[in-house]
């Protein structure tokens, strides 16, 4: 069984969504199990994290940044830096924003630095840009273009119930099917490799 674990903070609601979308495509794929963990609870899992196949980072971006209560989550694991207990662990991220740039590439490249400092390994979104041709549709998987996680857009004047739209929603699933694939094949590969050591 791959364990992963979503951590995210959500000022609104609206990257809540996508990290219950995350955990959801973590959960449809045979042999994986996810745990869906708001930063504010992260003092009470430290171990789960620990023992954690794959972490999956989410963060709105707030002026062009991971907002500063997931920021603190990240301070937070200086105190186990050195010990590098998620050494080969899977990392993957996602983030929302309320316009279609909205600089999210940089809030995904934060989450790619804080997770090689802590030497994991990082998985990016293994879709093709969607929505960038006259037969192309808002609909597409990956609308936003992203390579490096999953981004959403939510309309300012629009709750959580509503956006992000239906297209950011699966992206977001998507790459939590194709983490939990990678840990699963991870796990069984080593555990081909412990029996053939013997």
Not at 12 to 40: F, I, K, M, N
Request: net charge neutral; aromatic share 8%; with cysteine.
């Amino acid at each position: 069984m791959s364990k992963v674990v979503v951590v995210y903070h959500s000022g609104y609601g609206h990257t809540r969504v996508l990290a219950e979308a995350v955990t959801q495509g973590v959960d449809s794929q045979p042999d994986s199990t996810a745990l869906l963990l708001p930063v504010d609870q992260v003092p009470q899992y430290w171990q789960q994290l620990h023992s954690a196949d794959a972490i999956i980072f989410g963060s709105p971006t707030y002026m062009g940044s991971v907002s500063a209560q997931f920021k603190h989550f990240m301070e937070a694991t200086s105190a186990f830096y050195l010990a590098k207990p998620w050494r080969n662990k899977l990392a993957a991220g996602f983030t929302n924003s309320g316009n279609p740039c909205g600089d999210k590439f940089n809030t995904l490249v934060q989450m790619v630095t804080f997770a090689t400092q802590h030497s994991m390994i990082w998985v990016g979104l293994d879709l093709l840009p969607g929505n960038n041709t006259r037969m192309a549709s808002p609909q597409d998987l990956n609308r936003l273009g992203s390579s490096l996680g999953a981004m959403a857009q939510s309309n300012l004047d629009e709750g959580s119930d509503t956006a992000p739209p239906e297209a950011d929603r699966l992206t977001a699933r998507h790459l939590g099917e194709r983490v939990a694939r990678l840990a699963a094949q991870m796990n069984m590969n080593q555990s081909n490799l412990s029996s053939r050591l013997g």
